[in-house]
Structures are given as structure tokens and as C-alpha cells.
């Protein structure tokens, strides 16, 4: 890769940048060397603490003793941090601006108004019963509510689940279930492109298998037309109307739970990641003022849904611990047409975007007519997340985006990690085109052998494992520390192992080359092969299935079924129908099967085992290096496989 492209720091950012290059050798090298010292400083500065810790760090990566703490003893409160301290210097500064689905619908939220409004919903919640440590469910598309009812938990210490809206009712219900919520925060119905999604429809549908559910509290979104169950639902509007809005905010320990968020992995059913409060707090606000250097008065965008993990951190929990200005866009990128990105970045005068390569892929296919329709001049810092970006959709963004002015960060990172763990820094990194390039303050990535676990010096590529604890990182799985152990520390003992595949250049910069693992990652969201599987082989029809992603131009990955029909089953197209709505139902509009191969059966070893990396060559339409098919109990399966393949 001698011919790779570097893109060296502006000279203008990094004149007045929060972090430049020299910087940032001497933060890095002082956040490993003295990892108390360097978190311990930054805590003070970026955090409001009641009562101060009594040691910064306390942990094991050992599978039989492991324990992660940060900040032990100390107490603060997250809403506090978000609202309160803001509240004399920047009271009537904008908080959130929120731009709706409808390029006419928009509204600015203040700190002052935002504070008032959490501090009425969380009063709300405890008439209604909800106490410290008591788990919430908020199901809600992009509407301010959203950000109210997370900070209402954190004010009270209860715990906010989030499931994006675009989940099934079958998914709803599943994590309503697993974290034993007691209210459900939920919407009239949901608008998207125009569309409207009946949110509570979907919501009574799930609540009927879930008894311990007492209070369902209904954003009126559109007006549309709700059932109504009495005694369970309340109006939103009702209920912030008729509560008081002082509520003083209460003193949570720093490893008290902040918040659970269901996520995919390997196996099994989706595990709810638990943040904790202050590590968490304190990562996102560091990372978010770093990575994007934001400065004060300026105006951010990051994409996402608040029903994903950069949606909490990067809409939610940074920018409004760093007293930020922060947008959240309801609607999407194509909707009324192809420029709605850049007419919002205009309309708002958005200094840092942030968005997700899919949306940069698909706008791209556009051309850049739909770009150049508008000024962007106000943009300074661009930022990219979810996925690998591809050097093509990177050029496209620097160049036409961004005019070749501002810096990308492509920021590498997952539920699991609360906030960026690899990514540039605007003022202090040269970029290169699909790199992450290096880690942040106080984390150490190594790359292993993903074989035997030997770590790789120097240039190489490998399975990419963390050798130590940020204060961003997850705590446990809610429910199942076990899991947590088995899942991350296991594999690689000793280390944290992310999941994903990354490789290391003779700069020491890191490129992502995204999951060794079985998660699919469509579209910049995290899906389980085996949660697609267990969907379909629920169809009376279905036999066995084993899915894999394949590469995608626009999705990134696309999901590949292969489905062994019941015997004397007739395999047809209106079959592959029923079954792509058969997932789409159970896990929801973001798991559609893009293609399905009948397969009469399965590769397999002698012990019965699927060998999917043969499927995944075979999806890939890589079929001249498919490797060593010798151990299979029937080789002549593959070839069968091979001429039916579906992508060529
Ligand atoms: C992938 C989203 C390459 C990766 C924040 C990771 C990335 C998974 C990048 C986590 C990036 C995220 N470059 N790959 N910049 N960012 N990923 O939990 O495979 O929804 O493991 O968190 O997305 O997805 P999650």
C-alpha cells in the first residue's frame, strides 16, 4: 500500500484546535503511562461530582475475577452535568435543535426549556411509581421527547432501555421482557419520509405478553388514531402539564447503572449492554469534544437515531455534558429529495456532521448535483461511523461534501465501548482514506493471531483486542454477567476482544476490516446471523437455515440465507416471499433477506458443525479460494451450492 493517499492536518485547524499532533503524543503517552493520573485530572475537569472517588480505577480483564470500575465512591448525576451546571452561562442557548421529517417543521429547545421539561417528566414517572434502579423502556422515534425521557431516568436513577423505533413488536416485547421494564415510553405513531409508523400499535401488541408493565406514558406525535387502555396510558403532554418542574436530581454512585442497550453478537438472542454513570459520562463527553474538536457556540449533527448507541452518546450524553448545541434530525436522507442533508446543514448552519458510510454510499449514487445545489460553507469537521467507509465513499465526502476543507474522523468504535476507542483527531492527525488511524486518550489495542491468540508486532493484521479499561466500556451484559465474560474475555484471555478484524500499517495506523465474528453489519446496524436463522427455521416449511452477509455496494454487507426446505416441501418464490417477511416481522424493517438459495443441504464437518466460511466464500462469489473443504462429512455439497449461488 505504498501508493496510499495521506491527507495532512489543515494548518487552520490545527492553529486553534482543542488537541494538535504534539499534543496529542503527550496526552496519549501520559493517559498510558499514568492512566490514574491522566483520568483522574480529566474528571475533574470535564465532570461535576457531588462527593469525589476513592480510587480512579479497580479492575481484572481475568476471565475468573473480572470487574471493571471507575471512579469507585464517587457520586454525581448525569442530568446535572447535561442541565443544571449550563443553566447560569448558558441558559438560553440552544440545547437541541430539532428538524422534522417535513423540511417545514422545526423547533429549538433551550437548556433552560430542556431542564424544565425533564425535571416535569421525571416527576411524572415518580407518580407513577418509578424509583431509582427500576427499569424504563423508551420505544420513540426522533423527536425531542426521546432525549427528555432518557435524562428523566437519569434524574431519578432510573434506567433507560432504548429500542429504535424501526423494531418489531416481537423485539420490543423481547427487551421489554429481559430487562423487567415497568413503563414504556412510546409515540401516537412515528413519521419517516413522509410515512407514518403506528408506534403504539406496535407497542400494545407487545405489551400484551408483558404483565409487569404498569404504565405506558404516549408522545402525541402526529395525532394519528391510538387504542387507549386505562389506568396503563398517559399522555405525555398531560402529564409534563400537570407536574412540578423542580426535581432535584439524585446522587447516583459512579458505577451505578445509566442505561441498558440491547445489541447483536454471535449467538443467541440480542444482550443488553449496561452503561454505568461516571466512566461513561466522562467518555462521552471527552470523546465527543476531542474527536470532533468541538468548539463552543458551534452547531453539531450526528445522524443517528437515539435508538443506537451513537445516538446516546454522540446526539445525547456528549454534546450536552460539553454544553453543546446538538441536532436531531427525525427525518431521512432522501426524503423530499436527495439534497435534504446538505438543505439541513445550511438551513441550521452545522459546523460537524456526522453520519454513517451507507448514507454517504447511497448519496453518492446520486451524483453530486444534489450537493452542489447548496452552500455548506458552515461545515468544518466531518465525521463517519457504523462501518468500514470505503476509500471511494471517503474521497466523495471529502472532496464534494466537504470541499476539500474539512477533516473526516472515521470513528471506530461499538455499543460495548460507550465512545470512540480508534479514530483521528482534527487538529492532530494526518488522514488517510479508510483508516481509523489511532487510538484515543488511554486505550491500548493490540492485534492478536485470531488462531492461537499470539500478538502481532509491528505491521500486520489481526483479531483487534483493548489490553486494558477505558471509562467508556460496558460493565456487563444486564442480567447475565456470565456472558459478559464468555462473549468479550474469553477468546483472547487477558484482553477485551472487540469482535472485529483490523490491520495494522508501518505507521502504526489501524484499518478496520470489519467483523471475524458471526455479526452482520447492514447498513451501519448490528444484526446476529443467528437471530435471522432462528426466524426462519420458525416457518413450518424451513428445515434448517444458515445465513451470511455478503458485500453490499450500498448496505455495506447484504444478508445471504441458505434454507434447506422440509422434505417434500416445493421451493418457490412466493416461499422465499413468505420468508423475507417472515424476518422483517420478528426482528424488524432493518433485517430484510436479500437473497435466499435453496440449498438441499447444508456444508457441514463430521461432528455436524456448519462450516459458514465456505458459505461466506460461496455468497461472496469467491469461489476460487474457498480453502480446505477435506474436512467436511460430504464434500460434494459445496459444489452443488456453487452452481446455484445467488450473487455472481
Ligand atoms: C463496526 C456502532 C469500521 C464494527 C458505533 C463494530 C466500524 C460495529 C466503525 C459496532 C468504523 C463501527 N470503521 N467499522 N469507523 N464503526 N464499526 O455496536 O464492526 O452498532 O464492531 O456500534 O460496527 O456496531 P455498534
Redesign the pocket.
Known amino acids: 500500500m505504498s501508493e496510499q493517499k495521506v491527507y495532512p492536518v489543515p494548518a487552520n485547524i490545527a492553529a486553534n484546535a482543542h488537541v494538535d499532533a504534539a499534543t496529542y503524543e503527550a496526552m496519549y503517552r501520559r493517559s498510558v503511562d499514568d492512566p490514574e493520573g491522566f483520568w483522574g485530572e480529566y474528571a475533574e475537569q470535564f465532570v461535576s461530582w457531588f462527593k469525589p472517588w476513592d480510587s480512579v480505577l479497580n479492575y481484572s480483564y481475568q476471565a475468573d475475577d473480572l470487574h471493571i470500575e471507575w471512579f469507585k465512591g464517587a457520586t454525581l448525576n448525569v442530568t446535572y452535568n447535561c442541565l443544571d451546571r449550563h443553566l447560569e452561562t448558558r441558559g438560553d442557548q440552544v440545547a437541541i435543535i430539532w428538524e422534522g421529517d417535513d423540511p417545514n417543521e422545526d423547533r429549538s429547545i433551550t437548556y433552560r426549556a430542556l431542564h424544565d421539561e425533564v425535571c416535569r417528566l421525571a416527576n411524572a414517572l415518580k407518580a407513577r411509581g418509578v424509583e431509582k434502579g427500576d427499569r424504563v423502556c423508551i420505544y420513540l422515534p426522533m423527536v425531542p421527547e426521546a432525549a427528555v425521557a432518557m435524562l428523566a431516568c437519569a434524574r431519578i436513577g432510573a434506567v433507560h432501555s432504548i429500542v429504535f423505533g424501526g423494531f418489531s413488536s416481537d423485539s420490543l416485547r423481547d427487551r421489554v421482557l429481559d430487562s423487567e421494564c415497568k413503563v414504556v415510553i412510546t409515540s401516537d405513531e412515528s413519521v419517516r419520509g413522509g410515512r407514518h409508523i403506528p408506534l403504539k400499535r406496535n407497542a400494545d401488541t407487545a405489551l400484551q405478553e408483558c404483565p409487569n408493565v404498569d404504565t405506558v406514558v404516549v408522545v402525541s406525535r402526529t395525532g394519528g388514531a391510538v387504542e387507549w387502555v386505562e389506568g396503563r396510558d398517559i399522555w405525555y403532554h398531560e402529564a409534563i402539564a400537570a407536574a412540578d418542574a423542580t426535581c432535584e436530581p439524585v446522587e447516583m454512585d459512579a458505577e451505578d447503572p445509566l442505561f441498558i442497550l440491547y ?1 447483536s453478537g454471535s449467538t443467541g438472542k440480542p444482550k443488553g449492554v449496561l452503561h454505568t454513570t461516571g466512566g461513561y459520562l466522562l467518555y462521552a463527553a471527552m470523546t465527543h469534544k476531542y474527536t470532533f474538536d468541538y468548539q463552543d457556540g458551534e452547531v453539531y449533527w450526528c445522524t443517528a437515531d437515539v435508538g ?3 445516538g446516546h452518546t454522540y446526539i445525547v450524553y456528549g454534546p450536552l455534558a460539553n454544553g453543546a448545541t446538538s441536532l436531531m434530525f427525525e427525518g431521512i436522507p432522501n426524503y423530499p429529495d436527495m439534497s435534504r442533508f446538505w438543505q439541513v446543514v445550511d438551513k441550521h448552519q452545522v459546523n460537524i456532521f456526522y453520519t454513517a458510510p451507507t448514507a454517504i454510499r447511497s448519496l453518492m449514487r446520486a451524483g453530486e448535483e444534489p450537493v452542489k445545489q447548496t452552500s455548506r460553507k458552515s461545515l468544518r469537521i466531518l465525521g ?6 470505503n476509500p471511494e465513499a471517503w474521497e466523495w465526502y471529502y472532496h464534494v461534501v466537504g470541499e476539500e476543507r474539512c477533516p473526516i474522523v ?7 465501548t460507550g465512545g470512540h476507542l480508534i479514530t483521528p483527531l482534527p487538529g492532530a492527525t494526518a488522514l488517510k482514506p479508510g483508516s ?1 488511524t489511532r487510538p484515543f486518550f488511554g486505550v491500548v489495542p493490540a492485534l492478536v493471531d485470531p488462531a492461537d491468540g499470539t500478538p502481532i508486532e509491528g505491521a500486520g493484521e489481526g483479531a483487534l483486542v483493548i489490553t486494558r479499561p477505558w471509562p467508556g466500556q460496558m460493565r456487563t451484559v444486564y442480567g447475565d454477567h456470565q456472558r459478559f465474560i464468555d462473549t468479550y474475555f474469553k477468546q483472547y484471555p487477558g484482553y477485551y476482544f ?3 478484524g483490523a490491520r495494522r500499517d508501518a505507521d502504526g495506523d489501524y484499518w ?1 476490516t ?2 471475524i465474528d458471526d455479526v452482520l ?1 447492514v447498513s451501519g446496524h ?1 444484526l446476529g446471523t443467528a437471530e435471522i436463522e432462528s426466524a426462519l427455521v420458525l416457518h413450518p416449511h424451513v428445515a434448517e437455515a444458515a445465513v451470511v452477509g455478503y458485500p453490499h455496494d450500498v448496505k455495506g454487507q447484504g444478508i445471504y440465507a441458505y434454507v434447506t426446505p422440509m422434505a417434500g416441501v416445493e421451493p418457490t418464490d412466493a416461499l422465499k416471499k413468505e420468508l423475507v417477511s417472515l424476518v422483517r416481522g420478528e426482528i424488524g424493517p432493518i433485517a430484510i433477506v436479500d437473497l435466499i438459495q435453496w440449498s438441499p443441504s447444508l456444508p457441514k464437518t463430521r461432528s455436524g458443525k456448519i462450516m459458514r466460511r465456505i458459505l461466506r466464500k460461496i455468497a461472496a462469489n469467491e469461489i476460487d479460494s474457498l480453502g480446505d473443504t477435506s474436512t467436511l462429512a460430504d464434500p460434494t455439497v459445496v459444489n452443488e451450492l456453487i452452481d446455484g449461488r445467488l450473487n455472481r
Request: aromatic share 12%.
Open positions: 445489541t443506537w448507541v451513537t463517519s461511523v457504523g462501518e468500514p467507509i472515521d470513528t471506530w468504535w461499538q455499543t460495548e481509523a472487540s469482535g472485529d478496520i470489519g467483523r453489519n448490528r
